[in-house]
């Protein structure tokens, strides 16, 4: 355990207020309901900081209309630093990030701090989340309850899900401004790194919303950066000759996440980025051949629209 962040713990009695952070960009279409659902939270939270980052369509001017609701406007400089202003502007030992599309349900702080208070030493609360698009909501992903091996694949990595020490995030430095892809799985990584203690509540308590403007198709960029914080924090633990081996089966499972997310989506191109991922490394996740089947019939036009959808979760 890192001495830097055993000094910011103070023990079971130390105060359980909340500092909610907002972050958001042109975002004022969903906002509304982001600072609501906070809002309606069963334990109620200390203060909610929007960070307005450079927005052009009224979002700060919504969340002025908010009583209690504390704005604070900058020139455009990207989400982590979005993110980072707010955690140095909050006033409480905690903080709780929420992006300006998402949704808590209202016993989600309660929740996540009745497990904080059972768990003094801990520094990192996270709970499961359900998707939202369309209005409706879908598939839901309990978060796992020993977290560490699941951060470590970086498969689960939604800040809206997070309620985290504010004196271990300053300790590593909070968000990453030069990671722009995965800077959240970057922070996470950075505070298990340094002896952060998770601990988990696997019901979904977040509503994830999906959306056009965040429904990213670009793949190779996504690929970019999960690689990059794959390369700095992960493939060291592989051993050497083992390396280029690791690297490949990640990519090949980078390949199949997205191809199934893309489809999902509702954009083109799923199919070859799913056949890649099986020609790179055919051994395996047997459910991508079942789920490359699938697409292809879909392509194909013999599978109707009320057959249901294969996926490999």
């Known amino acids: 355990m890192s001495n830097f962040l055993e000094a910011g713990r103070t023990g079971a009695s130390e105060d359980r207020a909340v500092s909610v952070i907002i972050p958001v960009y042109n975002g004022a279409v969903f906002l509304g309901e982001a600072i609501e659902s906070v809002l309606r939270q069963t334990l109620p ?6 960070i307005d980052d450079g927005s052009t369509d009224g979002s700060a001017e919504l969340a002025r209309s908010y009583p209690g609701v504390l704005v604070l406007s900058f020139e455009n400089a990207g989400l982590s630093t979005a993110r980072n202003r707010g955690i140095a502007a909050a006033t409480s030992p905690w903080v709780a990030l929420l992006d300006s599309d998402d949704i808590w349900v ?49 498969t689960f990595s939604m800040p809206s899900c997070f309620v985290l020490r504010r004196s271990a995030l300053l300790a590593v430095g909070g968000f990453d401004p030069n990671v722009t892809s995965a800077e959240d799985w970057d922070c996470w990584l950075r505070l298990k790194r340094a002896g952060a203690t998770f601990v988990s509540c696997p019901e979904p308590l977040m509503h994830y919303r999906r959306h056009g403007n965040n429904l990213t198709s670009d793949a190779a960029f996504i690929y970019r950066g999960d690689l990059d914080i794959f390369d700095r924090f ?3 633990k592989v051993p050497a000759p083992l390396r280029p081996m690791a690297r490949w089966l990640r990519v090949s499972r980078l390949l199949s996440e997205q191809a199934v ?8 191109g799923y199919l070859p ?41």
């Open 273 to 313: 980025l799913m056949l890649r991922s099986i020609l790179m490394w055919p051994v395996g996740d047997w459910r991508r051949y079942k789920v490359a089947a699938h697409m292809s019939l879909k392509n194909l036009g013999l599978v109707g629209r009320g057959q249901r959808s294969v996926s490999t979760g």
């Open 106 to 154: 209202p016993e989600k702080i309660e929740r996540q701090m009745k497990l904080l208070g059972e768990n003094p030493t801990a520094d990192v609360c996270v709970t499961g989340y359900q998707l939202l698009q369309n209005g409706g909501l879908g598939k839901v992903m309990r978060a796992p309850e020993d977290f560490g091996p699941r951060l470590e694949l970086g």
């Open 45 to 50: 939270v200390q203060e909610i900081l929007v």
């Open 261 to 268: 997310q893309a489809r999902e989506n509702g954009q083109p």
């Open 234 to 236: 992960l493939l060291p």
